[in-house]
Structures are given as C-alpha cells and as structure tokens.
C-alpha cells in the first residue's frame, strides 16, 4: 500500500558571514546551510518534526603552506593533505620552516602515577605519538605505521634500535606540555629523531630524548638498508640539530646481566594482545613496565629516574614468555638535602625471553631521591 504520510519543507538558513572561531592557525571553518527542518503527517493526523543536519555545511579553509598540492622541503604534497578533521584532532604544527614538528598535550589522570605526575612510560608514548604525527602531517605516510609511502610500497616498516631520555622534571595532573621532535641521518642505513618536552607555562625545556631507527620489513621481519627513494623522501625535512649533547648521551656499552650478576629477577611475565601495535609486534613503550617490574619498591617510591637508555635486540610477540633481571648500585655521588644524605643510584636492566635467555632489550636507568629531585 501506497504511504499516506503528507511532507513538507522547511529550511533555515545561517548569515553567510557566520563563522566559527579558528581551531589553529591553519584550520578555519565556515558555515553556509547546515540545518533542515522536515514537518510530516502521519496516518493518525499528528505532524512530526524532525531536524537534519547537513555534513556538507562545514566547509575547511585551506592552509596557506599547503595550497594547490605546492611542494613542501622538495616533497609534493596532494590535496588530501589538506584535512581538516586531522588538522583539529592533530593539534600539531610544523614551525621553523617545516623542519621541526610541535604538538601540545595536557597530562591526563590515566598517564599519572601514585606521586600524581607523568610516568616514564606516559613521556615514551607522547614521544611516540608526537613521532607518527609528524609524518603524517608532513605528507610522508603511506599504510604502514610510521612507514613512508616508498616504504609501504616495499613492506617496510620502521623499527627502534635505540632511545635515550633525560628527564629534568615530571609534569604533573593537569599540565601541558609542549613537545618538538625533528630527525636527522644516522650514518648510511639508520635515521636519528630528536625531541625536547617543554613546560608550557614556563617554557623551560623539561625531557630531552634521543633516538635511532632502521627498516624491516615488515613480512620477513630481517633489518634492510634505507633503499635510495626512501632517503629521497626524508632528507628533505633533516634537521642537523641534536636535543642532547653528544657529550651527554650514554653511548658506551650496556652489560649483559646474567643470573649470577642480577640482584632481582622477575619471571612469567606474559605480553597481552593490547600489548601490540599495528605493526604486530609489542609496542616498544611496553617494555618499561616490564623492566620495572625487577626494580625494587622501595626504589620506585622514593626516587625518580633521571634518565633511562634502551637498546632494543629483538622484537616479542604475544606469545612469549619474558624475564626481567635488574641490579642496582650507587653513584657514588652523594649530596646533602637539610642534612640528610642519599645517593643516586644506577640500575641495569635485561628483558629475555623465559625458554631460551635470548635477549630483548639492555637498558641502563639513573635515578634521583624525591628530597633532590
């Protein structure tokens, strides 16, 4: 049977001039028709009204750097790069030049420990964040995670070999922090990505990290050299700057712990399926905790790491089984605080695989009483 039902229409229509306030400076919206108002009858003679917005009504002004698909640092960027929805969910912005990629973040109740300020593991995955961010924003990203089009092309996928964090206060419940990253060559087959955390209020740099990444692929899982269009796609944005001074980045080898060496060891330490990434490996920050694990409570209650290096071997999957070893000993600096005295402390850390020993990751932590710090 044929409806009975009767529509009309009804359209309201907003000033043309009617514009809502700028997100950042390179997303601006404006709206044209965006509402519609249907009346219907039904068969028992009462009208309805229903009200429709129209997805077509916010229109994007395009950003004055990325305008008619120009070349950006010599890479060309489409007119998909020019998405508003990124832009406004993004919150980053490239600043000197384009060379330098900065995001803003506000630390959130879930990224905080019992003293209510950012964990170690909490600073890792804004790093990271900020890193995957930065190469989409700069029109490099194909379908891998992280991975360059060229790359994904290839089966290519970025992995971390090794990073190195100095931390000169934790931000606290409620803060925001500022945070640049840029990269830089790592001799022939390897790239260096960089970042500094700052205060937002005062400024002041707060976390300095370092890092060095190289290429898998992604089916094989065996390292590959950077293949020549890859490196035509990232030496454009090499940026010859260091966020922490050659001189203070703890290059010298990390020992082997071993059974007998170890002051604890935490075994049966099993990889959950939200533990991996989109790569189908676990996701490098992870690690942290599970290192932590063999640190001493009495160590993570009273002190704060100053700075942490890892040196990854071997990636894990949800599979294994893990180990986590750690020893600690003194500085052997000591200083005086309103007469009492602590010293600092340094720990190395092994993750191994439960069956085989093999090894996963070295790290070396340094860490500062809370009546210091």
């Known amino acids: 049977m044929a409806s009975m039902a009767a529509t009309t229409k009804l359209a309201l229509h907003f000033p043309e001039n009617l514009q809502i306030t700028k997100m950042n400076k390179n997303v601006g919206f404006s709206k044209k028709k965006i509402l519609k ?29 990325m305008i008619n698909g120009k070349k950006l640092n010599g890479i060309h960027v489409g007119k998909e790069m020019m998405s508003s929805t990124w832009d406004a969910c993004m919150l980053g912005k490239f600043v000197e030049e384009r060379f330098v990629y900065r995001q803003t973040f506000v630390i959130r109740s879930y990224e905080i420990g019992p003293d209510k300020t950012a964990t170690m593991e909490t600073l890792m995955n804004l790093l990271q964040e900020t890193a995957l961010n930065h190469v989409s924003g700069s029109g490099l990203a ?27 206060k934790y931000s606290s419940w409620g803060d925001v922090v500022e945070i640049d990253t840029w990269v830089d060559a790592a001799g ?27 290429i898998m692929n992604r089916e094989t899982r065996r390292l590959c050299k950077i293949p020549e269009q890859v490196r035509e796609e990232v030496q454009p944005f090499y940026l010859d700057r260091l966020a922490i001074a050659a ?33 189908l490996h676990v996701n490098n920050v992870k690690y942290i905790g599970w290192i932590l694990e063999s640190v001493p409570i009495d160590v993570l209650e009273h002190y704060n790491m100053t700075s942490m290096t890892l040196e990854y071997r071997r990636e894990c999957r949800q599979s294994d089984l893990l180990e986590s070893l750690t020893t600690m000993k003194t500085s052997g600096n000591e200083d ?27 790290a070396r932590s340094e860490w500062q009483s809370k009546q210091q710090h």
């Open 142 to 168: 194909g379908d891998g995670f992280g991975a360059t089009r060229e790359m994904s092309l290839r089966k290519q996928i970025w992995v971390v070999t090794r990073i190195h964090i100095q931390v000169e």
């Open 247 to 279: 001189v203070q980045n703890h290059i010298e080898k990390i020992e082997k712990l071993t059974d007998e060496t170890a002051g604890r060891i935490r075994s049966g330490l099993a990889p959950r399926w939200s533990d991996m990434d989109a790569n």
């Open 188 to 214: 022939k087959n390897a790239m260096r990505r960089d970042w500094i955390i700052r205060d937002s209020t005062t400024r002041k740099i707060i976390t300095r990290a370092t890092s060095q990444w190289v």
């Open 37 to 65: 108002v249907e009346e219907k009858e039904n068969t028992s003679g009462r009208r309805n009204l229903s009200v429709a917005a129209n997805s077509g009504g916010y229109q994007a002004a395009a950003a004055a750097d």
């Open 336 to 362: 005086s605080i309103n007469g009492n005295h602590s010293r600092d402390l340094i720990s190395t850390h092994l993750l191994r695989m439960n069956h085989d020993k093999a090894e996963i990751i070295r």
